[in-house]
């Protein structure tokens, strides 16, 4: 099930990135994980600060947030249905923009697939890096729904 597609130099400056995992958590937890602005920077190292945050992100509003610390970028979710999440980071010369797509395969399991694309040319030159990033993402996601389910002691 686990698929990985690096960047397709085909589209000029735009590199694709995906990959699907299933994860042991009802698909609703996975879609309030995926679209809690407050928390993301919990399961998404990338993203080390956020400001005017919610607990649901909303769609079309613009949510300040920092990249390693030191890039300014501006996040906007275009879409958070429960089946789409969809969204756009943008900073100096780097846009992605990138989907959570959900399908319920049970009561406790959630098939994500997560998919981006990055256009600018900071990005063109790290394409290799980011490989294996929408793999780390569901890894780290399927983690944090796992921690979120847990009972609170």
């Known amino acids: 099930m686990p698929s990985s597609t690096e960047g397709d ?6 590199m694709l990135y995906q990959h699907t995992k299933l994860i042991a958590a009802p698909i609703n937890r ?3 994980v995926v679209c809690d602005v407050s928390r993301i920077n919990e399961w998404n190292p990338a993203v080390t600060s956020i400001e005017n945050y919610d607990s649901a992100a909303i769609a079309g509003k613009q949510y300040r947030a920092y990249v390693r ?3 300014p970028v501006t996040l906007v979710y275009q879409d958070t ?3 789409s999440v969809r969204f756009t980071i943008s900073g100096l010369a ?12 049970s009561k406790s399991h959630t ?3 997560h998919t981006f694309t990055h256009r600018g040319a900071l990005l ?8 294996q990033v929408p793999e780390w993402r569901l890894k780290r996601l399927g983690e944090e729904c796992y921690t979120r389910g847990l009972p609170k002691i």
Do not use: D, M, P, Y
Request: no cysteine.
């Open 124 to 131: 063109w030159l790290l394409r290799h890096a980011f490989s």
């Open 81 to 83: 249905s429960l089946s």
């Open 9 to 14: 130099q085909s589209q000029g400056s735009n």
């Open 30 to 32: 996975v879609h309030a």
């Open 111 to 113: 098939e994500v697939t």
């Open 69 to 71: 610390s030191k890039f």
């Open 94 to 105: 780097a846009q992605e923009s990138g989907a959570w797509i959900l399908r319920k395969v």
